[in-house]
């Protein structure tokens, strides 16, 4: 649905959306996903649930052929502004937490494959342990099955490749959870002791629990 936004309010950090046929709607902070502060006059998409609330705002982008209004902030506006967008990404950060805090072990091997191409954030514990089981659970079956198909280790060493991004991704986030630079999985390539260094000094020990050099804290 398209709407604009009537009024935002910084101390309820709530927002008012009035649709193009005169419907309005509230949202929580939690639901914008843009990354400056919604103001009154911005033009927004965004979608509801079941029970018909809002769940995620985004700014509606206009045609080529309409200009883009883009807003100048003065010194003075940006400098207040600026807290306002690091408390709406800390605020935002919070709700992601919440909602980890109730990930299975399928869910975390999800978002490790819909970020597999991130080398930069951070990574639990339990994000990097639940994603080595269902490695390890999907190997084991490719190599059942690979028996019983008669293809020998076909079936595994496909899985392993189509696993080796996300698991290398998930490694070196889970390297910057401990404030370690992710060039330390290198140290794998150390025959035997290599592997135990990474495994039980870098891989069991607990996450900052505040931000540090690679992101904000992951649980």
């Not at 494959?113 to 930069?120: E, G, Q, R, T």
């Not at 290599?194 to 992101?215: H, P």
Request: with cysteine.
């Amino acid at each position: 649905m398209k709407g604009k936004i009537l009024d935002y309010s910084v101390q309820t950090n709530t927002a008012i959306i009035r649709t193009e046929d005169q419907k309005h709607y509230s949202f929580l902070g939690s639901a914008w996903r843009e990354w400056i502060v919604p103001m009154p006059g911005m033009h927004v998409y965004f979608e509801l649930d079941a029970q018909g609330e809002v769940t995620e705002v985004f700014i509606d982008v206009p045609e080529e052929d309409t200009p883009i209004a883009k807003p100048i902030l003065t010194p003075v506006q940006a400098f207040i502004t600026a807290p306002l967008m690091v408390d709406m990404q800390d605020k935002q950060h919070h709700t992601m937490l919440e909602k980890e805090a109730h990930y299975c072990m399928i869910d975390w091997a999800i978002k490790c494959f819909k970020n597999a191409l991130d080398f930069k954030g951070r990574a639990r514990r339990q994000e990097f342990w639940s994603f080595q089981f269902f490695y390890a659970v999907l190997g084991v079956s490719m190599l059942a099955f690979g028996h019983f198909l008669y293809l020998g280790h076909t079936l595994f060493i496909v899985s392993s490749i189509f696993m080796l991004l996300p698991a290398l991704a998930v490694s070196v986030r889970r390297l910057h959870d401990i404030n370690r630079s992710g060039w330390l999985l290198l140290i794998n390539l150390v025959p035997i002791v290599g592997v135990l260094i990474v495994i039980f000094f870098f891989m069991t020990e607990e996450g900052d629990s505040r931000a540090n050099a690679f992101g904000p804290p992951s649980k």
